[in-house]
């Protein structure tokens, strides 16, 4: 499911679903708020420019009604293989802000890389790769990889309905 190394998360998981499927669940922001975010949390608001240059702003509501906002801008797209993009917290306005002001560590990353592969698998499968530029001690401080866990499961359901 998970490895890490010093510099990065890297998570990997095989979905019965066409890469193409895949595809459009990451870049599609009406498939893309059915699914995203850990266990108990919502993802209310989802745009989507899907270009380099252009850029993504999403909302996970968590349990207790909070939203963590975030936004990033895409550095690469290679349809249906490959996306590269950056990753900050903002606020709803889109505007980057700190993640201390979500209470993460100081030396919580204030921009990430996050590179996403699909890579089509014999019998209409797909292996998804998330390579997330944090470092693992941080990862695991904060349950960075039980929350891709738990977010995984949520695309997996999704995509099992949407097959």
Known sequence: MAATTEKELVVTRIFDAPRELVFRAWTDPEHFVRWWGPECFTAPHCTIDLRPGGAWHACMRGPDGKDYWSKGVYREIVPPERIVTTDYF????????????HGL?????SEMLVTVTFEELAGGKTRLTVHQSVPEALARQIGAIEGWKQTLDKLEAFLEEAS
Do not use: H, L, V
């Open 105 to 109: 560590p100081e030396s919580w990353p």
């Open 90 to 101: 903002s606020n709803a306005e889109g505007e980057k802000i700190e993640p201390t002001d």
